[in-house]
């Protein structure tokens, strides 16, 4: 088991890193980029398949992450907690995406 007691999350509602409470999503996905222990998360979140949010991303999200690239961080925030599409990255921080495919970090809309 990850010991979250010194974590970001370890302060707020754990209802809120379920999935169906979408509308604190932003928030979630803003705490969990500011923690410390956001790589090691991730990383037992995508080894065990944890339901719920880790990392700040979804169940889903990890899933496209382990399939997906190296994990990349924001140009703009540099937060680590990057989706990855097929020509695009997305920062579930603060919310910029870029097109990965173009030789500089200009954020798309």
Same mark, same amino acid.
Request: with cysteine; proline share 6%.
């Given at each position: ?20 409470? $979408?509308? =604190?999503?932003?928030? =979630? %996905?803003?705490?969990? %980029? ?24 979804? +169940? ?19 937060? $680590?907690? =990057? ?8 920062? %579930? ?7 990965? +495919?173009?030789?500089? %970090?200009?954020?798309?809309?």
């Amino acid at each position: 088991m990850f010991d979250t007691s010194n974590a970001e999350c370890s302060k707020y509602d754990p209802a809120w890193w379920e999935p169906q409470h $979408g509308r =604190v999503r932003d928030e =979630v %996905a803003r705490i969990c %980029a500011a923690c410390p222990l956001n790589d090691p998360c991730l990383a037992w979140a995508t080894s065990n398949n944890e339901f719920g949010i880790w990392a700040g991303l979804t +169940r889903e999200q990890r899933i496209q992450l382990r399939r997906g690239k190296q994990r990349a961080k924001c140009p703009i925030c540099k937060a $680590g907690s =990057v989706w990855n599409g097929e020509d695009d990255q997305i920062c %579930a921080f603060c919310g910029i995406s870029w097109n990965v +495919r173009r030789k500089t %970090a200009e954020p798309v809309r």
